[in-house]
């Protein structure tokens, strides 16, 4: 260095100032600048010694997020401090980046909670209640059951303590005393009701599998009803069982990673899916190109090299336009080798469907079957066909569900072809070819949903006096894919806006540049031929929250099935929504159903249910006939929503529970008394009018749940779709509905209506939770429990291939017990009210047809006979519900509780259609669990601590047990004749224990349970085994459907994807118009997309979350809407509709698009809501503005995919297709 | 070459930044989350454009951070000579108030399960941490997360700054970006030089600035000197605070509480060896914009023989000296040159360096008439950007675009250059000529961009 140095300032001050030299033992630069220091720092002690800690403990995060990420949780003197992710991820790969860290801002502030102020320490009561309860303990000699129904049988006291619920008055008990309020409740419920009226709600076991099968164990044993969530949450994407007769399984995230081509829609990565949107933004520099679509410049639109802004809800136009585009280029103008092998061996497309004359016309009738064709063999009927393109003879191929359930077909079901060419289409030189009509949606009669009908052409065979085409055929025809010489009405190109289905088309709807979308679907599609089907599309709640999100999805997702994506690692759907994959879950599920002792358990779909007993029935504006094409037969003329449920439970589709307005137990000893078998006597007190299902007359009291158990959710301050009906009719507490009710020429024929509709049907609401929500706040018995920190549990998602334990970092404080210790207690102190009362007892299930069982092949050809109606017998199992009758020991129930049941052995467990009697299991558990002296449960496992649970879930799962694995995919390959157990037998040996996910995540073995392979190390993708190991899809063709030829389908003119906009509620229903203000108010779309700030309704209480957002209750909207009423950033606003009233805080922003507003779920009304400006009540959540709106085409069941699963086929509890109305309020506000 | 230190860095990849802000929550959790500091967040994150953490704090005219040049080529504080502030150490009047922070609150929490019967529902209103009353909630943290309220108040963003024109805050022509933020452990620290009680310092082994907490006397000189406003007050202690590079966690081999939880994996640390003979006159040069390449220069090749003698003869370890060797700080700021200093123009040689974002939108491209199906077009043009470049080099290179530019181009190129690899073409080598790289060269940018693996990041 030659230069001078150079000084600061001048001369004078840098002399002055270099005296601070001289007072410091440390090195002072020599220009004065900086000064340096070595070692003996006294004075930074603090920090060290803040950093210091004693045990750094693994732990997670259970339930509501579906993220499963392992943290450590630091504990300093006892006291649990802070957390940080956890990094000791098996490795993935080296040309992969890992899963570490996972964890997102939410996780990491959890620690908060521990001690926070809104910790619940004690177990409360409201005061008013335990006041009546130990007064009328004391007038009933002590008897806590004859206490419990003095007080629910008087009118007075019930409207007393009822309509107290949610206004504070809580009071401290005891354990004791709560829990035997509780059990005295659910005894006197089963003694005087039913067991069926006692029901419990706890979602998503995935992510703390022994906290949820806790409750749902001992729910199922005492005969309660467990209520689904997926689909009440509409998380459920109910396209999937209607294509891949699935529920749902997606790709982990590190296979995003594979794909080179990605489409995030509707589905915000960085924000709901935090831990993983790494494998996005790296997979961009391995030159994947990414494009988003979303109304709002989302967080994720930051990444995307394109970003589609289509309108809210108009998705499926966007997706048909593209589909129409790779038909068009990829099918018809040149045949890409790869798609067109790939839909002859995977979809239904070459398969035979049947025109059905309609006028002048034709439409599509349903598939061509084995029966059809004269064939005596078994389940003709439920065996498809297809021309060989080589013979061009009919066909019945192997793999559709006609093999799947009987003798004749083991070996069978497979997707093997042998040297069969399924001919796709029939268009040829000189094919005959006729006309069919097809609805649209997109231009409905004077605004309603209805639709109008378009008439194409297909090129058709005749097959005796039948006309046939194939499904690929009247596929082009439905996206307007023209051919040479086909007749019928096509547009006239890419840029005929008038043709449904056109890039210009869309254009119109979506506000997407048609040239764009043309791009886009060339490029996806260009890039599935380029790289072998690496074009992926993530879905999440923006697409899938729709009333038509079934449409929305088919249509999306046909555009993997065309350019064969789905089934290759870093290809086909992503959906992202509501995750629960419960990897080791033929474990849970035995300990979860109480299987292992008493089967079937009783469960129901939790949509049906809440718009049953919260009477959102009542409120509905339009009936089923709303949303069926003019091309149906009628059937829904007249028909309300209500009616179509009632007609799918008594059909045997979907179940109901309470099930009869008569009690089971008495059902079953009045059967008896009559000498008659219960499904029989059941049938005739049906048929002489004496007994009549629940649905019937939701509004008879015998009819009402009456018990309801809340753990691991805050169903009233977050997932209640139409919250204020909860809280007004399910509670008698105060609601804000400002609606009317169905007027008279509208409501339902088959369903009771009864003037006066009832407040206050739940007798007893018992929560449990370590935070206080708006379920704390109306229940009447509130529980503290233990938080992720404090107890041993497991956790897996769909988005990583893990599981890994929770470990308790310190022992629950106060009186909070683990969700396992309080239903192990509530069984002791159950089963000692309830053993003397109730004893032994016959117990009359009534369960709809099952998917994955025999009884799902029992409404052939998807035709609708409605035994009420005189169209078919009442057939139990077949024709309406299977009855089947339980044995009930009531004095058993904590000792079953505590011990694996014998089932396990003598029945095997059963998931998704494989039988596994698992003997060895068991006497694994006997030894590592130890087992029950005495009683009923005499030598058989323990299952006592929550430990002793995690160990026999492991244990007796395919995914975690080598054996396990091996033996199922053994039972396969029996019935498809295919190899498969390789995918296993390497790791036949390997027994993951609890310990094991202790001491680090363990990868999860390839097993029979899931449908994806990760045999050698590969990334999970769902349906490789499909498509690689030719195992068939649980449909009824065995491939993944584009055509569904059910009845109701057909009515509703849903057999194809289309796209149907959102719910037109303003002609339909009479709301206000959409863009519709003046200067006080303006009306917009309401949607509740999921927060950056909580996982659902948890954090956003979260004091570190309320930091770093605006604090408290908010509402995101546009600018332009925001200047229509002179709202400014942060004013005070309220959103209001016929269902609710919100008070809010304005988020303005450019970001927004203009006639929507995002109000994130879930804001609870704890935290900063102050009142409404008019009644002076409390503002309510984001789910006060919603209500649910049913699809009868949800209920559907008996029907191959289309069958009832638990969580897997069932109504969805949709909200977006809402509308409120926005005003700036006073800027005064009280709280 | 006269004397060789080492100093920690930090490099943060903000085209991968998701804006989740894990980093604030897991580092407010483990060093803020205690009475005197509820306001102070050592770790914050920024939505761009927008005001940031404090209000405005880039604008200098205001609070007069940093160091400026005088005339005479001298380096001066600008919160002015050091006897001015001298004679303000009981009035600083630079000070950010708790406005241009905010005013931190909780809630009573408590009313929800203590409530008697009332005639609605119980709720938990907003108290106010610093006098214990009722409060409205008005400004926070991060209060323009995700551009809320952008539209009203974006125009007061510093970084627009001659860019005024061309931003609009609209649907259409939305964008945004995260900027999150530590303290720079600047190798010319204004904060230090502007302590009186010299209680702030460098630790001569890794560089990290630190605040003596028993020597510092409260004069917070060293708030109004910091550009970054990093360094905060302590209303408990009445003593100054700020970002310790996690040394605890550091001298024991970890990656600060932010790196490691930073699930964008974003973050790298490593060691850079410099010459801190340099480092004044590299923090002098007279244009603004030469700022980037004189703290480049300063910034030694640790694998030249040379500095390896020269850094053992200054008593830096030989683990430190192999460490420095596979800094990915160093290769992605100066084998790459991919990450550029936070306002260079402070003068203050921060430490913590940034990788511009991509963000490319192709309709911008087709719209202009470019054909967005040619193979160089799939992700779009750098001239195409969302978001203005301007804006870039306003933040990292003291307005210099050519700089960000040249970043921007290199990040496109390895992606288009990959996009062959990952669908099993032949590679196009023209595509590395064309940034003045080897396909190599772009494929071990990808190697320690994408694949990033712990032990690489750290």
């Not at chain 1, 449904?500 to 043309?518: F, G, L, M, N």
Request: net charge negative.
């Amino acid at each position: 260095m030659t230069e001078t140095p150079t000084r600061i300032d001048d001369p004078f001050v840098d002399a002055l100032i270099s005296a601070r030299s001289f007072l410091t033992r440390s090195e002072t630069s020599p220009d004065h600048r900086a000064v340096h220091y070595v070692g003996g720092r006294e004075g930074d002690v603090f920090y060290r010694d803040r950093w210091s800690h004693d045990r750094v403990v693994r732990s997670t995060h259970g339930v509501n997020c579906t993220g499963s990420c392992s943290w450590k949780v630091y504990v300093k003197d006892g006291i649990i401090t802070w957390e940080t992710q956890q990094t000791d991820y098996p490795s993935v790969g080296a040309d992969s980046p890992e899963y570490e860290p996972r964890g997102c801002p939410r996780g990491a502030a959890f620690s908060w909670y521990t001690y926070s102020p809104t910790r619940v320490r004690y177990p409360y009561i409201r005061g008013v209640l335990l006041e009546m309860y130990r007064a009328a303990k004391v007038a009933h000699g002590g008897d806590p059951v004859a206490a419990w129904a003095s007080i629910v049988d008087d009118d007075a006291k019930r409207r007393t303590y009822m309509s107290a619920r949610g206004k504070g008055g809580l009071v401290r008990a005891s354990w004791d005393e709560a829990l035997e309020m509780v059990a005295a409740a659910q005894v006197h419920t089963i003694d005087r009701w039913g067991p069926d009226r006692v029901a419990g709600f706890s979602p998503i076991p995935a992510m703390s599998m022994a906290s949820h099968a806790a409750g749902a164990r001992y729910t199922s044993l005492i005969g309660g009803t467990m209520l689904s969530f997926y689909d009440w949450y509409c998380d459920l994407p109910i396209a999937s069982p209607q294509i891949w007769g699935d529920q749902t399984d997606v790709p982990e995230s590190a296979d995003w990673w594979n794909a080179s081509y990605l489409i995030m829609w509707g589905s915000n990565i960085p924000t709901t899916r935090t831990p993983d949107a790494h494998f996005m933004t790296e997979a961009r520099y391995k030159g994947q190109k990414v494009v988003t679509v979303s109304p709002d410049y989302a967080d994720n639109t930051k990444f995307a090299d394109e970003w589609l802004p289509a309108h809210p809800g108009t998705d499926g136009a966007l997706a048909m336009a593209m589909g129409h585009v790779i038909l068009r280029e990829f099918y018809v103008q040149r045949q890409v080798p790869m798609f067109v092998d790939y839909s002859k061996r995977y979809t239904d497309l070459p398969f035979l469907v049947s025109l059905r004359a309609h006028g002048e016309s034709f439409v599509p009738d349903r598939f061509v079957n084995a029966a059809d064709l004269g064939q005596d063999v078994e389940a003709a009927e439920w065996k498809p066909v297809l021309i060989d393109a080589a013979t061009g003879e009919t066909v019945v191929p192997d793999g559709s569900i006609g093999f799947r359930h009987n003798e004749s077909g083991m070996g069978h079901w497979n997707l093997d072809l042998g040297d069969v060419d399924p001919l796709l289409t029939m268009h040829a030189d000189g094919a005959e070819t006729v006309t069919v009509d097809l609805p649209r949606f997109d231009a409905g009669e004077n605004g309603t949903e209805r639709g109008s009908v378009i008439r194409r052409g297909v090129p058709v065979r005749r097959m005796g006096d039948r006309l046939v085409t194939t499904v690929y055929d009247l596929l082009l025809a439905q996206y307007g894919v023209a051919r040479d010489g086909l007749p019928g009405t096509w547009g006239a190109g890419y840029d005929d806006a008038d043709a449904p289905y056109t890039p210009a088309w869309q254009e119109e709807i979506t506000s997407v540049p048609a040239a764009t979308v043309e791009r886009i679907a060339r490029e996806f599609a260009q890039n599935a031929e380029d790289s072998g089907g690496r074009s992926m599309i993530t879905l999440g709640a923006g697409t899938n929250h729709w009333y038509h999100s079934d449409t929305i999805y088919r249509a999306i997702i046909s555009l993997v099935l065309l350019t064969g994506c789905q089934g290759k690692n870093g290809g086909g759907w992503a959906h992202y929504v509501g995750q629960e994959k419960a990897r080791p879950f033929t474990g849970w599920a035995q300990l979860a159903f109480g299987a292992d002792w008493s089967r079937p358990p009783r469960q129901m779909a939790g949509t049906s249910f809440w718009y049953l007993h919260t009477d959102q029935w009542r409120y509905d504006a339009f009936g089923a006939d709303e949303v069926a094409t003019p091309l149906g037969t009628g059937r829904f003329t007249g028909q309300a929503m209500a009616d179509t449920l009632a007609q799918a439970v008594r059909m045997g589709w979907t179940p109901s529970y309470p099930t009869f307005d008569r009690n089971p137990i008495t059902l079953a000893a009045d059967a008896e008394a009559a000498g008659m078998s219960a499904p029989d006597y059941v049938v005739q007190e049906l048929k002489a009018d004496r007994l009549k299902f629940s649905v019937e007359d939701p509004d008879a009291p015998e009819n009402f749940p009456r018990v309801l158990t809340v753990w691991r959710a805050n169903l009233l301050g977050s997932s209640g779709k139409g919250n204020e009906y909860f809280l007004h009719h399910l509670l008698g507490a105060d609601g804000a509905i400002d609606g009317g009710q169905t007027p008279e020429g509208k409501r339902p024929k088959t369903v009771a209506w009864r003037d006066e509709a009832p407040t206050g049907k739940l007798d007893l609401l018992v929560s449990l939770d370590f935070r206080m929500t708006s379920t704390g706040l109306f229940s009447d018995v509130l529980l503290p429990a233990a938080t992720w920190y404090e107890k041993y549990d497991i956790s897996s998602t769909d988005m990583h291939p893990f599981i890994h334990a929770f470990n308790a970092a310190i022992s629950p404080p106060w009186q909070c017990r683990s969700d396992h210790d309080v239903f192990q207690k509530m069984a002791a102190v159950f089963t000692e009210l309830a053993g003397p009362r109730l004893g032994v007892v016959k117990d009359v299930v009534a369960l709809p047809q099952q998917h994955d069982t025999p009884s799902e092949i029992s409404q052939p050809g998807g035709r609708v006979l409605d035994w009420r109606a005189g169209e078919c017998e009442p057939v139990p199992g077949r024709t309406m519900p299977n009855l089947v009758v339980v044995e009930r020991d009531y004095s058993a129930i904590a000792a079953k509780m505590g011990a694996l049941g014998p089932n396990v052995e003598s029945i095997g467990t059963v998931v998704k259609g494989i039988t596994l009697r698992q003997p060895k299991s068991v006497e694994h558990l006997k030894k590592v669990n130890g087992t029950v002296v005495g009683g009923v449960a005499d030598g058989r496992p323990r299952i006592e601590t929550a430990e002793q649970v995690c160990e026999a879930i492991l244990t007796l799962s395919g995914v975690s047990n080598g054996a396990v694995a091996v033996a199922g995919f053994e039972f396969l390959e029996k019935r498809t004749g295919q190899v498969l157990a390789d995918l296993a037998r390497d790791n036949e040996g390997k027994h993951i224990t609890f310990a094991d996910t202790q001491s680090r995540p363990q990868p999860v073995i390839t097993s029979w349970e899931w449908s994806g392979s990760e045999h050698g190390g590969r990334r999970y993708s769902p349906f490789t085994i499909n498509v690689e190991r030719k195992k068939p899809w649980h449909t009824l063709t065995g491939r993944q459907h584009f055509f569904l030829d059910h009845d109701w389908m057909a009515e509703v003119g849903e057999c194809f994807p289309t796209y149907r906009p959102p719910l037109n509620l303003a002609a339909i229903a009479g709301y206000p118009t959409i863009g519709d203000h003046d200067e006080q108010q303006v009306v917009v779309r309401y949607l509740t997309p999921h927060s950056k700030w909580s996982i659902h309704s948890e954090y956003q209480d979260n004091l570190f979350m309320l930091a770093l957002s605006r604090g408290g209750p908010d509402i995101w909207m546009s600018r332009e809407d925001a200047e229509k009423i002179g709202v400014r950033d942060n004013d005070w606003i309220e959103a209001h509709n016929r269902n609710g009233i919100v008070v809010a805080r304005a988020v303005v922003s450019h970001r927004m698009p203009e006639g929507t507003v995002y109000m994130y779920h879930a804001k609870d009304r704890t935290v900063g809501v102050p009142r409404v400006e008019k009644t002076g009540k409390r503002g309510g959540i984001h789910n006060s503005l919603t209500r649910l709106l049913l699809k009868p085409t949800h209920l559907i069941g008996g029907y191959a995919q289309l069958s009832y699963g638990f969580n897997y086929y069932g109504p969805t509890g949709n909200q977006r297709d809402e509308v409120t109305t926005i005003r700036r309020r006073s800027q005064e506000v009280q709280y | 070459m006269t004397r060789v230190m080492a100093q920690v860095g930090m490099v943060m990849n903000l085209d991968k930044c998701i804006g989740c802000h894990t980093c604030s929550v897991t580092c407010k959790q483990t060093w803020t989350n205690r009475t005197g500091v509820e306001y102070v967040w050592f770790n914050n994150v920024e939505t761009r454009p927008g005001l940031g953490y404090p209000k405005r704090h880039e604008d200098q005219e205001q609070w007069k951070g940093g160091w400026v040049r005088t005339k005479r080529g001298r380096l001066k504080l600008r919160s002015g000579g050091r006897i001015r502030r001298l004679t303000q150490i009981f009035s600083n009047p630079k000070l950010p108030s708790l406005d241009d922070y905010y005013e931190p609150w909780t809630y009573d929490y408590d009313t929800l399960i203590s409530s008697p019967a009332m005639d609605t529902t119980p709720v938990a209103r907003p108290k106010s941490m610093i006098t214990g009353k009722d409060t409205e909630i008005r400004w926070g943290a991060n209060w323009d997360d995700d551009l809320g309220g952008t539209h009203e108040r974006g125009h007061l963003d510093p970084m627009l700054k001659g860019i005024e024109d061309s931003v609009v805050f609209e649907l259409e022509k939305a964008f945004m970006f995260y900027l999150p933020r530590i303290c720079e452990h600047c190798l010319n620290p204004a904060c230090v030089a502007a302590c009186p009680s010299g209680a702030m310092y460098k630790r001569s082994e890794d560089g990290i600035v630190l605040v003596d907490q028993d020597r510092c006397r409260g004069w917070r000189m060293c708030v109004s000197g910091c550009p970054y406003k990093k360094v905060y007050f302590n209303h408990k202690t009445g003593k100054a605070e700020k970002c310790t590079f996690c040394y605890p966690r550091l001298e024991v081999g970890q990656p600060t509480v932010c790196a490691e939880t930073c699930v964008g994996r974003l973050r790298y640390i490593g060691l850079f060896l410099y010459d801190v003979d340099k480092v004044l006159a590299a923090a002098s040069v007279e244009d603004d914009k030469d700022l980037y390449e004189a703290q480049l220069d300063v910034l030694l090749d640790p694998n030249d023989p040379e500095v390896v003698a020269q850094a053992r003869r200054d008593g830096i370890a030989d683990d430190w000296i192999e460490a420095a060797q596979k800094s990915p700080v160093y290769t992605l700021a100066k084998k790459y040159r991919l990450a550029l200093p936070l306002h260079p123009e402070y003068r203050t040689m921060p430490m913590v360096w940034y990788i511009p974002p991509l963000s490319p939108v192709v309709d911008a491209l087709a719209n202009s008439g470019h054909d967005a199906e040619d193979a160089g077009n799939l992700f779009g043009a750098i001239d195409a950007l969302r978001i203005p470049i301007g804006y870039l080099a306003n933040l990292l290179t003291a307005g210099d675009v050519p700089v960000v530019d040249g970043v921007l181009k290199r990040l496109a190129a390895m992606r288009s250059y990959m996009r062959d690899i990952n669908l099993g073409r032949d590679t196009d080598e023209s595509i590395a000529e064309a940034v003045g790289l080897t396909g190599e060269d772009l494929y071990e940018m990808y190697r320690l961009l994408a694949i990033a693996k712990y032990e690489s990041r750290y």
